[in-house]
């Protein structure tokens, strides 16, 4: 199996929207973060718990997600859907999720 460190070098190769996009915060708290990266047609969110409990997150991420089904490309969430422009999803404690369109 390929390392952590390769695994993500390779998501930032394939994702655009990881290195070049615009940033829009969708949430900012003490331990939890969301973040909208967008270029051209690559959108990626971002999302970070840093609380050793479990945190819900309830965003906002139209436009740059259409509704539909997004995919966790770390794997830690197994199932997020895009609905009227929102996302509520529950984040595992000291995880992260870098969701994409499925």
């Known amino acids: 199996f390929p390392s952590h460190d390769t695994y993500l070098n390779a998501l930032r190769a394939k994702h655009p929207a990881i290195r070049y996009g615009s940033r829009r915060a969708v949430k900012a708290e003490r331990d939890q973060y969301a973040v909208v990266r967008a270029y051209l047609n690559d959108c990626v969110l971002i999302l970070y718990n840093r609380s050793d409990k479990p945190a819900k997150f309830e965003l906002n991420v139209g436009p740059e997600f259409a509704d539909g089904p997004l995919q966790d490309q770390l794997g830690t969430l197994k199932e997020a859907k ?13 995880s992260s999720a870098w969701m994409i369109v499925r």
């Open 82 to 94: 895009v609905k009227n422009g929102f996302l509520e999803v529950s984040l595992p404690a000291l």
